[in-house]
């Protein structure tokens, strides 16, 4: 299994973009082959603060993740633009 955690702050005055942008791109990775879990979280007291909290059976279903079309519409071309700061952290189960 394979964890990824993405810690964004958006660009001041586009919280309510990126928030719609991040559940459409939330809802359509769930529907991906190897997808066990992908959930947007924001910040209560910083709502320029995103985390995104996502499970993958495994590296392959990762990557898979990151080249589909979704991907490379939303968060490539249209949320990272809109980010001051972008922070991904890929954690493995400790055994």
């Known amino acids: 299994m394979l964890i990824v955690v993405a810690r964004y702050v958006v660009a001041e005055g586009h ?10 791109n939330a809802q359509a990775s769930r529907a991906e082959r190897g997808c066990l879990e992908f959930t947007v979280h924001q910040d ?4 320029r603060r995103i985390l995104l909290y996502e499970r993958y059976d495994d ?12 991907f490379a519409d939303i968060i490539e071309r249209q949320v990272i633009p809109l980010l001051d700061e ?7 189960p400790a055994t």
């Open 59 to 70: 590296e392959e279903a990762f990557h898979a993740h990151r080249r589909t079309p979704h």
């Open 86 to 92: 972008r922070d991904v952290t890929r954690l493995s």
């Open 44 to 47: 209560v007291d910083e709502p």
């Open 15 to 24: 919280e309510s973009t990126v928030t719609e942008l991040l559940r459409a």
